[in-house]
């Protein structure tokens, strides 16, 4: 499929991954799925090998950052052109895939995002987490210069240019809002395109009431150190350059 990788991060989902590597390969025939398996205490590896996945075990626990990146650096090393990335816990719906594919390919963005909200039928899944995606579509909307509908999906796919970036610099903790970040720091652009959320059917997210706040503060933190790095390369957010004397 024009040397595409899809890359599953999984951690202690072995009750879930074995369906998750099913599913892609239902909805993307002949598709390598690669499985990273952020050193797991449970059996991921072996349910991820069993249903057909290659599996990318991690020496060391590195987090959700630290998993997408080595999976990343590994399919840029390898020559890949284009990786979709799909969490291991069932919740993003394969068939979707084709349609994120045909946006890297034809859209000339270097992100293409799988979003619940674009289209406004969307649900969130928690008062708490719904309210931090609202704070940073507000955040982030007039450093992107555009609008974000869910800055928090992690169903994403970026093509080859946004893999160089990605393989060699990734936030390592709640990663996907920084990416944005990131992706305009180097003016690269991204489209959103409609995708189904599913139930989570096993184990339980790791974003609790309490982490939630953790989460935002963070996450605030790497965004604002980001656009830090746009000031002192004598830029702005939106890519336009700081004349002396002005702000």
């Known amino acids: 499929m024009e040397s595409l990788l899809i890359i599953v991060p999984a ?8 369906d998750v590597v099913r599913t892609i390969h239902a909805a993307m ?17 072996a ?24 999976g990343y650096k590994l399919a840029f090393e390898l020559g890949y052109q284009y990786v979709i990335r799909v969490d291991g816990d069932g919740q993003h719906d394969a068939r979707d895939i084709p349609r994120v594919f045909e946006a890297l390919r034809t859209s000339g963005c270097e992100m293409a995002i799988g979003s619940r909200f674009v289209n406004g ?18 955040v982030l909307r007039p450093i992107l210069g555009q609008r974000v509908h869910d800055p928090t999906s992690g169903f994403v796919g970026v093509n080859r240019n946004a893999l160089q970036v990605f393989s060699k610099s990734f936030p390592l903790e709640y990663p996907e809002i920084e990416a944005l970040v ?11 395109i409609p995708c189904r959320m599913r139930p989570r ?16 503060v963070h996450v605030l933190l790497g965004v604002f150190v980001n656009v830090l790095k746009f000031d002192q390369r004598g830029r702005r957010p939106d890519g336009r350059s700081i004349k002396p004397g002005k702000s």
Do not use: W
């Open 47 to 70: 349910v991820a090998r069993e249903a057909g996945a290659r599996v990318l075990p991690l020496p060391h626990h590195l987090g959700l950052g630290g998993c997408v990146q080595a």
């Open 11 to 18: 951690y202690n989902e072995e009750a879930a991954v074995g």
């Open 121 to 138: 039928k969307g649900s969130h899944s928690g008062a708490v987490r719904g309210l931090g995606i609202r704070f940073f579509r507000m």
């Open 201 to 216: 059917t096993t184990g339980r997210s790791s974003i609790t009431a309490v982490r939630s706040i953790y989460y935002i």
């Open 29 to 45: 025939p002949g598709t390598p799925v690669l499985v990273i398996d952020d050193c797991s205490a449970d059996a991921t590896q």
């Open 182 to 192: 990131v992706l305009q720091r180097k003016r690269f652009r991204f489209v959103e």
